[in-house]
């Protein structure tokens, strides 16, 4: 009999090492015993490893398996290693095993894998930070995954949230970020993770925006969300509440609706009225959101402005310029760039051959950030959980718009845009993909006020204009190859 003991849970290596030995040295799989460091040794089993001796030779297996054993490796069960290490042993005389479904092992291996899949897929979507500490902001969340997915689902978070420290605090093990890597932990008590924070409120805000009473699914949404993952979820609260104010409006809706049948629609296969129609649906949208983010209390900020300031522009715009925040004068006339700000915006555009009216501009954070000196109103700029927070709006009207490219102003709307911090002068005046929108980052206006001497400001005017010229050939390029 021979011991195996793997480092950890995760081992993919070490399996994949210790297997492949076992194989060659014609050791059959019920004479292997697999244990994980630490772990609860299977009985009679010690934490020794004794593998055979190392031997020259090979044999290949189908990527697949591979690609099937890696996922399945992260599931609970115990007899997983075994599991594995008996189909790899089959696999080597039948080459064609994972395509027989009904097979028990390759069945077997198969819905771990799936099962895994599934869980890691819920992590993604139920995972929810809360803030912790004031001046050295960080986020932490509580999971308790059914499998040992932290490690595969962990690269998720660093990307979506790549511009926050953040901590993900499970039983087993503890993944976190501080925005350049990753690093793994070992597990800790459900006590030691935040219960409340001041997000509380911007989540069930979120919730309450995105949820839509006509596409609600009762069961679907109960498979989708069980409820052994509500407890961990701020808007939790408000789901059975909204699931009865989504029927009891269906069934108004139904007691009043019209009885006139519906008028056939004329076909619109013409680009021409494709076009028209988009604009049609999109002008609704973007009237629908400005509507909507009225009474957007997603992050404190709407108690001292004014009036939320939305974006302003055609809905056929080509091209969307996204500033940082309202200014003075724009949170009194409730739009975008119409103080100093715009008026230098205003002169660039047009000395960049860019006519502002077929312009979508917006900002990233929709309400004025300040803090009163006597009669004036200072400036201050919006902090990570403000401009995350309002990103929802940028990223509704981007859906509305689908500009063929984005100028982000300034180093807050290029953290909205490219949902991570980017340094403006490392990315600035070159097209970026990000996630198939083309977006150029370039300053903010605003800079070009603040430089002290007027040839600075000249050579940055030109600058700035040479920016915008880039996104002026993109458009007549792409309209050209259109
Ligand atoms: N600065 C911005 O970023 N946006 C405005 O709307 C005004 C000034």
Redesign the pocket.
Known sequence: MHTITLDSETDFDGWRQAARRLALNQVKPQDVTWTVRGGTPELFSTETNDLPEATEGTFNVPAKFVELAKAAILHRDPERFALLYRLLWRLRSHHDLLSVATDPDVAGVSAMARAVHRDEHKMHAFVRFREVGRVNTHFVAWFEPEHHIVELAAPFFAKRFADMPWSILTPDVCAHWDGHEIAFTAGVAKSEAPTEDRLEETWRSYYAAIFNPARLKVKAMQTEMPQKYWRNLPEASMIKPLIASAERTAGAMIANEATEPHKPQKRQDEPMARKQTHDTQARGTIAALREEATGCRACPLWKGATQT?FGEGPQSATLMLV?????DK?DLAGH??V?P??QMLDRALEDAGIARAKVYIT?AVKHFKFVPRGKIRLHQKPNTPEIRACRQWYERELAAIRPELVVA??ATAAQSVLGRITPINRSRGRLIDHDGTKVLVTV?P?YLLRLPDEKAKALEYQRFIDDLKIAADQLRNSARAA
């Open positions: 300031v500033g940082e925040q309202p200014g724009e975008p760039f103080g700000a715009g900002n102003l300034g903010h605003s």
